[in-house]
């Protein structure tokens, strides 16, 4: 009885050791190593132009001198994307000088086929801010803007012909403030 014991443990043995030989040899089979090719990650620039300008821009072309009630400026300004990627701008703004006379006046802006910024191609344009009274209140948000593409901004502004005589050699001035991001 002592060999057949003997014969089982053989055989068990010999079984453990071919599963034993046979992970191994799937292991080696089905594993494989080798380097990964290395992948730089870098960021995209945004640039911004104003008139083809990058920086600060003095819109001169945008003045609030003389008005009497009933007085309207259109002025043109051009915005650019020179950048590598789209990018979406917005735009606030900040007034200064006599708060009832910036109050006063409406503002308005509308996009344009071109520089030409009259009443007609204001009127015909794509407004993106409405004709309101506050020159702190225009704003613009979410304009799209693919690489290399120019937009044709058209602003109106306008004191009303209701304006009180009171404001009269008054002055005021607005900061408008582009901002853009991918």
Request: some cysteine; aromatic content about 10%.
């Amino acid at each position: 009885m002592k060999l057949f014991a003997f014969k089982e443990i053989r055989w068990l043995l010999a079984a453990v050791l071919v599963v034993a030989v046979g992970t191994a040899a799937a292991v080696v089979f089905f594993t494989s190593g080798g380097p990964a090719n290395s992948i730089a990650f870098s960021t995209a620039s945004v640039t911004l132009t104003l008139n083809n300008q990058t920086g600060q821009l003095a819109f001169t072309s945008l003045s609030f001198e003389n008005m009497k009630p009933g007085s309207e400026v259109y002025a043109p300004l051009v915005i650019g994307n020179t950048g590598p990627t789209p990018l979406t701008y917005g735009m606030s703004s900040i007034e200064s000088g006599n708060g009832m006379f910036a109050d006063a006046l409406s503002i308005g802006i509308a996009v344009v086929k071109d520089t030409s910024c009259t009443s007609g191609a204001y009127h015909g344009g794509t407004s993106v801010y409405t004709d309101a009274v506050g020159l702190s209140k225009a704003t613009i948000s979410g304009r799209s803007l693919p690489p290399g593409a120019r937009e044709y901004l058209c602003f109106h502004v306008q004191l009303p012909s209701s304006a009180p005589n009171d404001l009269n050699s008054e002055s005021a001035a607005a900061t408008f403030n582009f901002t853009a991001q991918q």
